[in-house]
Nanobody, 122 residues
Framework: VQLIESGGGLVQAGGSLRLSCTASAPAFSSYHMGWFRQAPGKERELIAGIYKTGGLSFYEDSVKGRFTISRDNAKNMLYLQMNSLKPEDTAVYSC????????????????WGQGTQVTVSS
């Protein structure tokens, strides 16, 4: 599956951005999906995941209550609504797909997008 992210940019602290991930896959609804981010000098981290048919999701503690992951399987789209952004949210954000039964860990994901830069100024 090919994944292309969009929607990144520069925003002031407290602002919002909505990231999109377009998937080219004949069976998008077969994949669990996740959003990852990697800040300079830090490891890539899984910040949100959503079950293949939607309805179930999880969030890393630092984004819980501020970010919302969603998907539209009819349009092969994944989204990440980011509110109340903080400078520490600055990172390259990537979407990824997991075909197996597990979707809670980085190693579960097998297809990755190139990423989109999000920069939050103070």
């Amino acid at each position: 599956v090919q994944l292309i992210e969009s929607g990144g940019g520069l925003v002031q602290a407290g602002g919002s951005l909505r990231l999109s991930c377009t998937a080219s896959a004949p069976a998008f609804s077969s994949y669990h999906m996740g959003w990852f981010r990697q800040a300079p000098g830090k490891e890539r981290e899984l910040i949100a995941g959503i079950y293949k048919t939607g309805g179930l999701s999880f969030y890393e503690d630092s984004v819980k209550g501020r970010f919302t992951i969603s998907r539209d399987n009819a349009k092969n789209m994944l989204y990440l609504q980011m509110n109340s952004l903080k400078p520490e949210d600055t990172a390259v954000y990537s979407c990824a797909a997991a075909l197996g039964s597990s979707w809670a860990y980085l190693e579960d994901y097998e297809s990755w997008g190139q990423g989109t830069q999000v920069t939050v100024s103070s």
